[in-house]
Structure formats: C-alpha cells, structure tokens
C-alpha cells in the first residue's frame, strides 16, 4: 500500500486498487479499512483523516472491521498556495471593510445617501471607492490603505 500522485495504491485479495485522494493545503492521514463486502463491494473503506475535523470511520458493525493501515498524505503545494492566498485575501477585505466603516459607519453612509448634502455623498463615494480599488489591486499594501486614509 502506498500514495503516489495523490493516488493510494494496493493490492488486496488479488484484486490491484487505485484510488484517488483529494487534495489538501494540510498534511493529513489517509487510513484504510477492510470493510464487509455488503457495506462497499470492494471490501474497502478509505477516510482522510484531517487535523481539527472529525474522522470518518465505516458506518456498519466496526467488529467486522480492520484497519488495515494508515498513510501520510502530504499537502498540496497549489492547495497551500491557493489557502495562502484565501487568507490574504480575507485580511485585505477586514482591513477594506474596517477603513469604510471607522470613516463611514454604516448608519452614516445610510444617512448621507438618504439625505446628505451632494458635496459628502460625493466625499464618501470617493472615499470608498479608492479603498475599494485599493482592496481589489493586484498587490494591496497597507501603506496604501494608510494614505488613502490620511489624504481623505
């Protein structure tokens, strides 16, 4: 038994089994469990088992159960880039949304837009929209969210 390519290799019962993994930014545990046949016909369970999430385990009778064996399954690489860039993402947008909202908390901008003078709508739309480009540019950083800030 063995992963190669994000594929976990064995051989039981004579029989060769391929069987795709899924693709993780965390390292994680694959394990493998013979299973009744009248539960899976091929008389395999597999579970990947993840930090912080509960483990799947065969839902028939666990006495006719055998763990035949775990397995590291390493991270993706383009998972954990893609997570990385998940998460950059998220902090650009609190620190978009907090801006906004320390200049133009949401009862103001309401009140602005329902009956402000023409000259702070245009100030407010101004405003948000350069921290909304600021958010939405290729490589945010914050000391352009500073000047964005200080030149309002």
């Known amino acids: 038994m063995h992963i190669e ?7 039981r019962q004579g029989a060769e089994h391929a069987i795709a993994l899924p693709t993780l930014a965390v ?5 493998v469990w013979a299973v009744p046949a009248d539960y899976r016909a091929d008389g395999l369970f597999v579970s990947v088992r993840i930090p912080g ?6 839902a028939c009778d666990l006495a006719a159960c055998t ?14 880039e893609a997570a990385a860039a998940a998460e950059r993402l998220a902090e650009v947008n609190r620190l978009a949304a907090a801006a906004i909202q320390a200049r133009y908390p949401i009862h ?3 009140n602005l837009l ?5 000259a702070e709508r245009k100030a407010m739309a101004t405003y948000i929209n350069a ?16 000047a964005i800030e200080q030149a309002a």
């Open 131 to 146: 921290v909304r480009d600021w958010a939405n540019s290729s490589a945010p950083d914050a000391a352009d969210l500073r």
């Open 67 to 80: 763990l035949l064996g775990e397995l590291d399954l390493e991270p993706d690489a383009a998972a954990v």
């Open 27 to 31: 390292a994680s545990t694959v394990c």
């Open 114 to 118: 329902r009956d402000g003078p023409a």
């Open 5 to 11: 390519n994000r594929t976990l290799h064995l051989s």
């Open 108 to 110: 103001r901008q309401l």
């Open 53 to 58: 999430v509960a483990q799947d385990i065969p």
